[in-house]
């Protein structure tokens, strides 16, 4: 079975940084897009970043400028490293393969983050 393992969340300070480690169960994210989601209380969880399997990234516009997504095959992980936090970047962030706009494995526990102010 597919697990997916976010780490690498905490409490920071808002302008400080936090750099994500998303772990796949096998080689599950070759030749496919990777995405970064994140949950915030009482919200829908929305797609932040994504990273296609040629390496292209695109990113949603809270998080552009700030928000750097990557990727390694070989080691079945994908990263966000995140710069300049906000409080509104409080959420639980998870990972997932992406087709078309379709997650598709079963989500992880995801990495809490929480930006005080």
């Known amino acids: 079975q597919v697990q997916l393992v976010e780490s690498g969340g905490g409490l920071v300070q808002a302008g400080g940084s936090l750099r994500l480690s998303c772990a796949a169960s096998?080689?599950?994210?070759?030749?496919?897009?990777v995405g970064w989601y994140r949950q915030a209380p009482e919200k829908q969880r929305q797609l932040v970043a994504i990273?296609?399997?040629?390496?292209?990234?695109n990113y949603a516009d809270p998080v552009k400028g700030r928000f750097t997504i990557s990727r390694d095959d070989a080691k079945n992980t994908v990263w966000l490293q995140m710069n300049s936090l906000k409080p509104e970047d409080t959420a639980v962030y998870y990972c997932?393969?992406?087709?078309?706009?379709?997650?598709?494995?079963?989500w992880g526990q995801g990495a809490q983050v929480t930006v005080s102010s």
């Open positions: 997932n393969a992406v087709f078309g706009n379709t997650p598709l494995y079963h």
């Open positions: 096998g080689n599950i994210f070759s030749r496919k897009a």
């Open positions: 990273i296609f399997n040629g390496g292209s990234t």
